[in-house]
């Protein structure tokens, strides 16, 4: 999981890359798709909102602050390592930077979704 926050954001957002013998029976599940993909379970939209509830659930019963409580994520089908992007050092360090820099996109838009969100709450 690589977890990103910046300072004009009321909350953190992730991008998750899940383990697929546990993440593919629960998100067949909520997607009601028992025959669904790794890849189609970590684009479906109700797969993502509801692994988003579960981790706030989790990290509110840790007493994490609301600023430290994810606003969104995105699941990633595969792993970082796989990637061959230079995200890891030799000694196998996730490069955080690199990571900004190679999902800037992706976390553009977590940022927005977290915004949006965060003005529909606040009505």
């Not at 910046?6 to 953190?12: A, E, L, S």
Request: proline share 6%; net charge negative; hydrophobic share 40%.
């Amino acid at each position: 999981m690589f977890v990103d926050g910046h300072p004009d954001f009321g909350k953190v957002v992730a991008i998750i890359v899940p383990d697929p013998t546990e993440f593919v029976p629960w998100a067949r599940v909520i997607a009601g798709s028992p025959e669904a993909s790794l890849e189609t379970l970590c684009g479906d939209n109700g797969v993502v909102e509801e692994l988003r509830r579960t981790l706030l659930g989790y990290s509110a019963s840790m007493g994490l602050s609301v600023g430290e409580q994810l606003g969104a994520v995105f699941i990633e089908p595969v792993p970082f390592r796989e990637k061959n992007c230079g995200l890891f050092t030799s000694l196998l360090k996730f490069k955080r930077q690199a990571a900004t820099k190679y999902y800037a996109e992706v976390l553009d838009k977590l940022y927005k979704e977290v915004d949006n969100r965060y003005k529909t709450d606040s009505l």
